[in-house]
């Protein structure tokens, strides 16, 4: 390779990396809307790990707009199917600590459960009736996160990893 191949070379590169560092120094780390370690994202979202078998469920993070719920449902074909549990009610922003959620029954191994959000109509209490199931404005889907039962799974993950 000859003198000028390699300056040539050599300024593409130099090119190429101060892109990079030009655009990761565009990247706004103060979107409000942001996320937990990059995990969430919108006003609203859940994030529940795999889960032991087990008669509750460990919701590791929820952000709700207004106050709310979260509520998990078995699996039936694949959807989200008959309600096993719901938490207390939630304030509106980010849980700064763990949900732990009694389900009406155990879960089993292999099986798959669904992690759902409904806003509070005013009154505190669940009502699946009267609490609106809380929907993402661009995907115009219900915000959840499927839930995978496994006696492999992690007993407590580590919140601080997520």
Known sequence: ???????ILGIIVAIGVGAVFLFLGKIDESDPAGSSAGLI????AIYVAEQLPSN???VAIVR???????????????APG????ASSLIMSGETKDPLTIKL????????????M???????GIFD???????????????????????????????MLNL
């Open 1 to 7: 390779m000859n003198t000028k191949n390699i300056l």
């Open 41 to 44: 994202v919108g006003e609203n």
């Open 56 to 58: 509750t469920v460990l």
């Open 64 to 78: 709700l707009e207004k106050p709310g719920f979260a509520v998990i449902h078995e699996d039936i074909n694949n």
């Open 82 to 85: 008959k309600m096993l549990g």
């Open 104 to 115: 009406s029954r155990s879960t089993l191994d292999g099986e798959t459960a669904y992690a």
């Open 117 to 123: 959000l409904h806003f509070d109509n005013g009154d």
């Open 128 to 158: 699946a009736t009267k609490d609106e199931l809380v929907y993402d404005p661009i995907a115009n889907e219900p915000v959840m996160m499927v839930i995978a039962i496994s006696k492999d799974a992690i007993e407590e993950p580590d």
